[in-house]
């Protein structure tokens, strides 16, 4: 069991270029979510899904579009990348409704992001 | 929207010292999970809670869910260096499908 990866680990993107941020789980939870984490803001999350083919905003979702195509997969867009876009994004998922154990909510490794 | 005030947000201890914070919150949660980020890395699950009232250890470290369920603990009892790291609070409302609701966090530092 890998739990929840990520790729890539690193990148560095000029501004106006565009990248796909990839998570994947292993553990066939249904929800699935993008935080970014910038010093002193704790996470934010950018947009979440609660199933194959849904998506929703979250806190933070100007300038990220996301898409979940396959429940293992939850990827975030960045059409055109700007400074303020520099960041750890970190992607997290969990188990549905039901019991409470389900709440319990699992993270990935990150990835660091530097936009010039 | 929600908040959880998480305190102190930081605060240098010697090793072998007892540590406690906490959050609050205006909000009632159903649940209150606490997380440890080592650096550059993610956040990892340390201690879930479940119900109001509920005292949980996991080794030195012990958690409760605050009877009113606005409010959650965490105590590490005889820090070590390995302790060093960022701490999170996150609580879950009654409707279970909205995200968690995160504290901006706790960062220790263990002086040797």
């Known amino acids: 069991n890998a739990g929840v990866t990520q790729t890539p680990k690193f990148r560095v993107l000029k501004t106006g270029q565009s990248m796909t941020l990839l998570c994947a789980q292993d553990?066939?939870?249904?929800?699935m979510y993008w935080y970014r984490q910038d010093p002193g803001m704790g996470l934010r999350l950018i947009h979440y899904?609660?199933?194959?083919?849904?998506?929703a905003k979250g806190e933070v979702p100007d300038g990220y579009n996301v898409s979940r195509l396959k429940k293992q997969n939850f990827l975030l867009g960045l059409e055109s990348a700007a400074p303020s876009q520099t960041s750890v994004y970190f992607c997290?998922?969990?188990?549905?409704?039901?019991?409470?154990?389900?709440?319990?909510?699992?993270f990935g490794p990150g990835t660091r992001l530097t936009v010039t | 929207g929600q908040q959880l005030n998480q305190s102190p947000q930081s605060m240098f201890i010697q090793e072998g010292e007892d540590v406690s914070m906490n959050c609050t919150s205006s909000?009632?949660?159903?649940?209150w999970l606490w997380y440890k980020q080592d650096p550059g890395e993610g956040p990892v699950l340390l201690i879930a809670?479940?119900?109001?009232?509920e005292l949980t250890s996991n080794g030195r470290l012990t958690a409760q869910f605050g009877i009113t369920r606005k409010d959650s603990f965490l105590n590490i009892s005889a820090s070590i260096p390995s302790d060093v790291g960022i701490y999170f609070c996150?609580?879950?409302?009654?409707?279970?499908?909205?995200?968690?609701?995160f504290g901006k966090g706790t960062r220790l530092s263990v002086i040797a």
């Open positions: 553990m066939n939870h249904e929800y």
């Open positions: 899904s609660v199933g194959e083919g849904t998506t």
């Open positions: 996150a609580g879950q409302r009654n409707s279970g499908n909205t995200p968690l609701v």
């Open positions: 809670l479940y119900k109001a009232g």
């Open positions: 997290a998922s969990r188990k549905s409704l039901g019991e409470a154990k389900n709440y319990e909510q699992y």
């Open positions: 909000s009632i949660f159903n649940t």
